[in-house]
């Protein structure tokens, strides 16, 4: 299932909604959201959208992935592709 535009405004809303303190903290996305900017590509540009999980095994172990570009460890996910 493809994330939309419209699933990320739906999302965005109803997390404001939940913690409008956070408004601001988001504007910038919320600004291009608006503009109607393309923020499941990757070469939107200041911000876009991608997605990650957390997983946790029995033993309460998280697994974490090293980003070879960026030299951290992060949880799995990634850009959004068609």
Not at 2 to 10: G, L
Not at 14 to 27: F, G, I, K, N
Request: hydrophobic share 40%; charged share 20%; glycine share 6%.
């Amino acid at each position: 299932m493809p994330i939309t535009a419209e699933h990320i405004r739906e999302t965005l809303a109803a997390y404001t909604d939940a913690h409008p303190e956070e408004e601001v903290t988001l504007s910038v996305v919320l600004e291009q959201l608006y503009q109607g900017a393309d923020l499941t590509s990757r070469k939107t540009s200041p911000v876009h959208v991608t997605a990650g999980a957390v997983l946790v095994d029995e033993s309460g172990n998280v697994l974490f992935i090293r980003h070879n570009a960026l030299r951290k460890y992060l949880t799995p996910g990634g850009h959004l592709e068609p």
